[in-house]
């Protein structure tokens, strides 16, 4: 059973516009979210994070929308650059899930110089 | 040490052999987690350790698996009479503790790429 479902398996941008990488999850107790980014051959590598008290967090080019209402997250990267082209994963936790992070199946996002 | 260490980087097995992996956390992080990656597929949750016990081993495929951690520190994945469908890079990750509090975040090293022939 996938908690946490990112539904589009691939992402092509052109570089310097906006890439929007979205997430849904079903357990409404899920109350932390992360996203990691992940090149090939290495382990993920932690992005940012947002908190269900938060509606949105920002660092840098990166921004993570959340709507808890439609258990639905979104990354957006403006602007985005080919060194993003990785694969990202999103990530929810919740303190009555056993405090263990559910994964997505991640989205593959190549940006095109 | 600076980071998640695992070992070995990459390990070819026959199938029915037994395999270790070993995880070696962020020194003072006291949750410790397994995953597996298999080729084409996402993140798939195996266990996890706050301190020594495992308060969720849900996520084990089957009873050839086991994992230990000892010490609070280094734990060991053990897959015995390994399967081709076993092939995937395990992937260990560390945190401060464990849980959805906010900040808390998982760091995960670079994995153990298994292949079972």
């Known amino acids: 059973d996938q908690q946490v479902k990112q539904n589009s398996p691939s992402l092509s941008v052109q570089e310097g516009r906006i890439s929007i990488l979205n997430c849904d999850y079903t357990n409404s107790m899920f109350d932390y979210f992360l996203w990691y980014k992940k090149y090939p051959a290495e382990g993920p590598t932690f992005l940012i994070s947002i908190s269900s008290i938060k509606d949105k967090n920002e660092d840098g080019r990166f921004t993570v929308f959340l709507n808890k209402s439609a258990k639905h997250l979104s990354l957006h990267i403006v602007p985005s650059q080919p060194g993003d082209s990785a694969v990202y994963f999103c990530a929810a936790s919740a303190s009555n899930t056993g405090n263990q992070f559910y994964f997505g199946t991640g989205t593959s996002l190549t940006v095109i110089p | 040490g600076a980071g998640v260490s695992q070992s070995p980087s990459n390990k070819v097995t026959e199938k029915g052999k037994d395999v270790e992996l070993r995880c070696d956390p962020i020194?003072?992080?006291?949750?410790l987690y397994w995953y597996r990656q298999s080729l084409g597929q996402g993140l798939e949750f195996l266990i996890y350790?706050?301190?020594?016990?495992?308060?969720?081993k849900s996520g084990l495929p089957s009873d050839r698996f086991s994992a230990e951690r000892t010490g609070g520190s280094v734990s060991t994945l053990t897959i015995q009479r390994t399967q081709q469908e076993d092939s995937a890079v395990y992937l260990c990750a560390s945190s401060l503790y464990a849980g959805s509090l906010s900040g808390n975040t998982i760091y995960f090293g670079e994995g153990s790429w298994l292949t079972v022939v």
């Open positions: 350790f706050q301190g020594n016990s495992a308060p969720d």
């Open positions: 020194s003072g992080h006291t949750a």
